[in-house]
């Protein structure tokens, strides 16, 4: 399995717009993020893990050519705004498979709603399959996808765990049933947006504290913020089996 790191920033991405902050004005290309999303491949699938607003810029920089299916994890701007950019891979493809709770499928009719239509469709757009699941784990060729819940502030939203990977985003708070899921991991991923304490999103505190309790062999940190810090002061200071992530990273497992 490949896992490719084609975004690692939180929802207005690293630089901001305007911004002076020393992080945003870093020469580091570590320190450049757009916004997160990760592209998992194993034998001849290519499984995308959202679509956000820089999906064509990230799809520019890779060598992909097919998308099999796309998991989203929650309906967030930034992690849904690029879904009409899968236009190339539907042109060449036929019908693209998205994966998505109900409420998520939900907000994405009515965002997309030229998208869905099932008559008078104009000429050009898309066609997706949609497939609503719930927790109970689904396949995805030969792979089983377990989707773990987590809480985003108070809106219930899914990581999701592949063999010896699992990603979870956007996670503020992990039910012990669902940390029951992450057990014997290889890699894991999860969000750590900044120093300080967040609403909804794990501080670095936070994070760390998380896969203590998970234990995985290797973790990776992603949905980074500018107030983080520069990413080779914050990673000297990581624990050795856990690393920052940063864009177009890959990593095999």
């Avoid at 916004?35 to 920089?61: A, Y």
């Avoid at 898309?126 to 396949?139: G, K, M, R, V």
């Avoid at 290797?218 to 089996?241: C, N, R």
């Amino acid at each position: 399995m490949k896992i490719t790191f084609l975004g690692t920033g939180t929802s207005q991405g690293i630089p901001i717009i305007g911004s002076t902050h020393p992080v945003c004005l870093s020469e580091d290309f570590k320190d450049k993020r757009l916004r997160v999303s990760v592209l998992v491949e194993w034998d001849d699938f290519s499984v995308l893990i959202d679509c956000g607003p820089d999906f064509r810029q990230q799809m520019l920089r890779t060598n992909c050519t097919k998308i099999d299916a796309v998991l989203f994890t929650h309906e967030h701007s930034d992690h849904t705004a690029g879904l009409d950019d899968l236009r190339p891979f539907f042109f060449r493809q036929g019908a693209l498979d998205i994966y998505a709770q109900e409420r998520v499928l939900q907000s994405l009719y009515k965002r997309f709603d030229y998208i869905f239509k099932k008559n008078n469709k104009y000429p050009g757009v898309l066609t997706l399959n949609e497939t609503q699941i719930t927790e109970t784990p689904f396949l995805i060729g030969t792979q089983t996808i377990t989707p773990i819940n987590v809480l985003h502030n108070s809106l219930p939203i899914f990581g999701y765990r592949m063999g010896g990977f699992a990603y979870i985003t956007d996670a503020k708070t992990v039910a012990d049933i669902e940390v029951e899921k992450l057990q014997g991991l290889d890699v894991l991923v999860v969000n750590t947006l900044r120093i300080e304490p967040h609403v909804s999103h794990f501080n670095l505190e936070e994070a760390l504290a998380f896969i203590k309790l998970v234990n995985p062999k290797k973790a990776y940190l992603t949905h980074i913020s500018h107030h983080l810090g520069f990413h080779e002061t914050v990673e000297k200071d990581l624990p050795t089996h856990v690393k920052l992530a940063y864009d177009q990273l890959q990593i095999s497992i």
